[in-house]
């Protein structure tokens, strides 16, 4: 089945700093989006990519559908504390009258005031 | 506008007793999907229903595991009976659309433990 892949596990950043994750499948999809989860919550989404290439901005949030179509990255600037948390990337491949999420496995941000 | 709602959000069984889970989607969403997230997972998807008929279940343990969807709006979950490895959160979402998948509002959740 299909599979993405986001390392490291977790990553530790002081406050202030950037960070970008990288998210990697070896399938193609249509589209993908990234999540973040809270502790005690369920995924909320933060940006959806639709077409390769695009480059999308939410506040300091930027992501990036790659040009493969097998990839995509997050970056997150000027951290501040609330933005601890699991960021999770998904991939949407449409089946015909369907479609289906993949989600990979996260990356626990941990930020250092 | 009110979210996704799941009740219980924790529950604690013994293995071979049943549970059931109950999930009420964004009023107006067509679409409504379980996922099983085991720790240090990703959610992965367990069942899909457009309104009130089953759209994907190709991951759903169906000698243990049911859903229904009575009158396309509420959904229950059920495990009978259940195992030490379905320990995991049970998450519920919704989408306003019939194909896309990528809006999707996820409910807190149920943590289940099973001992």
């Known amino acids: 089945g299909q599979q993405l892949n986001q390392s490291p596990q977790s990553m530790f950043i002081q406050e202030g700093e950037d960070v970008s994750m990288n998210c990697t499948s070896s399938s193609i999809f249509n589209t993908w989006l990234w999540y973040k989860q809270d502790p005690g919550e369920g995924p909320v989404l933060l940006i959806a990519?639709?077409?390769?290439?695009e480059l999308t901005s939410n506040g300091r949030l930027t992501a990036q559908f790659g040009i493969t179509r097998k990839d995509s990255f997050l970056n997150i600037s000027a951290s501040i504390p609330s933005d601890v948390g699991i960021y999770f990337c998904a991939g949407q491949l449409w089946t015909g009258a369907n479609s289906k999420l993949t989600f990979g496995k996260g990356i626990t941000l941990s930020v250092r005031p | 506008e009110a979210g996704v709602a799941q009740s219980p959000r924790y529950k604690i069984i013994e293995k071979r007793q049943s549970v059931a889970f109950w999930c009420n989607p964004i009023?107006?969403?067509?679409?409504l999907y379980w996922y099983q997230q085991i720790l240090g997972q990703g959610p992965k998807l367990l069942i899909q229903?457009?309104?009130?008929?089953?759209?994907?279940d190709s991951q759903l343990p169906k000698d243990r595991f049911s859903a229904e969807r009575l009158k396309g709006v509420d959904s229950t979950l059920k495990i009978q009976p259940a195992k030490l490895e379905d320990s995991a959160v049970y998450l519920c979402?919704?989408?306003?659309?019939?194909?896309?998948?990528?809006?999707?509002?996820f409910g807190p959740g149920t943590r289940l433990t099973v001992t």
């Open positions: 990519l639709y077409k390769a290439g």
């Open positions: 009023s107006g969403h067509a679409t």
């Open positions: 229903f457009q309104n009130n008929g089953v759209v994907d």
């Open positions: 979402a919704s989408s306003p659309y019939s194909r896309g998948a990528y809006e999707q509002y």
